[in-house]
T-cell receptor, first 109, second 114 residues
Framework: DAKTTQPPSMDCAEGRAANLPCNHSTISGNEYVYWYRQIHSQGPQYIIHGLKNNETNEMASLIITEDRKSSTLILPHATLRDTAVYYCIVMDSNYQLIWGAGTKLIIKP | DAGVIQSPRHEVTEMGQEVTLRCKPISGHNSLFWYRQTMMRGLELLIYFNNNVPIDDSGMPEDRFSAKMPNASFSTLKIQPSEPRDSAVYFC????????????FGPGTRLLVL
């Protein structure tokens, strides 16, 4: 199963773009990359997912490299409420999400 | 839609007691997942159901844990007897198989076993 590697923590200034990297060098051709976040004391929240092409929704943008070995989640204008743990996940062949430790993103005023 | 509903939100019990956690998935979803989260081990998948049938229970810690899904709108996770090491946050999530498997999580049940 593909695994992901993320930095344990990151800081970002309020109002700036937060760019969260993720490596998934063993990803298979038909495996999607998912991003979730978990705000303290809440359940994980779906953000975005993608296969090959870059994706954008109301919450974030997902940039996937051409070789699909890494991706970046972009929060275009971070707010204090975006402080959370962000998980980059690759769905395995059994349609299960394999969770790692995530990146703790702290938005500073 | 109300989202995934879990009850109770908090549970404090004594070692040896039976604990039952409940989950109502999002209407129309046909896959349901039970997770456990602790500081030490992070988020772990315990079991998941597809169309009310358990598909993979390899994450269930031991025989003290059991899960059922009697119908498409209800599932339970039972711990009997409970132990202090079972203290954790238990999340239920649901998704629609046939779509892209995006899982939607409930608020969780915080369990403390004394």
């Amino acid at each position: 199963d593909a695994k992901t590697t993320q930095p344990p923590s990151m800081d970002c200034a309020e109002g700036r773009a937060a760019n969260l990297p993720c490596n998934h060098s063993t990803i298979s051709g038909n495996e999607y990359v998912y991003w979730y976040r978990q705000i303290h004391s809440q359940g994980p929240q779906y953000i975005i997912h993608g296969l090959k092409n870059n994706e954008t929704n109301e919450m974030a943008s997902l940039i996937i490299t051409e070789d699909r070995k890494s991706s970046t989640l972009i929060l275009p204008h971070a707010t204090l409420r975006d402080t959370a743990v962000y998980y980059c996940i690759v769905m395995d062949s059994n349609y299960q999400l394999i969770w790692g430790a995530g990146t703790k993103l702290i938005i500073k005023p | 839609d109300a989202g995934v509903i879990q009850s109770p939100r908090h549970e404090v019990t004594e070692m040896g007691q039976e604990v039952t956690l409940r989950c109502k998935p999002i209407s129309g979803h046909n896959s349901l997942f039970w997770y456990r989260q602790t500081m030490m081990r992070g988020l772990e998948l315990l079991i998941y159901f597809n169309n009310n049938v358990p598909i993979d229970d390899s994450g269930m810690p031991e025989d003290r844990f059991s899960a059922k899904m009697p119908n498409a709108s209800f599932s339970t996770l039972k711990i009997q007897p409970s132990e202090p090491r079972d203290s954790a946050v238990y999340f239920c999530a649901s998704s629609f198989v046939g779509g892209l498997q995006t899982q939607y999580f409930g608020p969780g049940t915080r369990l403390l076993v004394l």
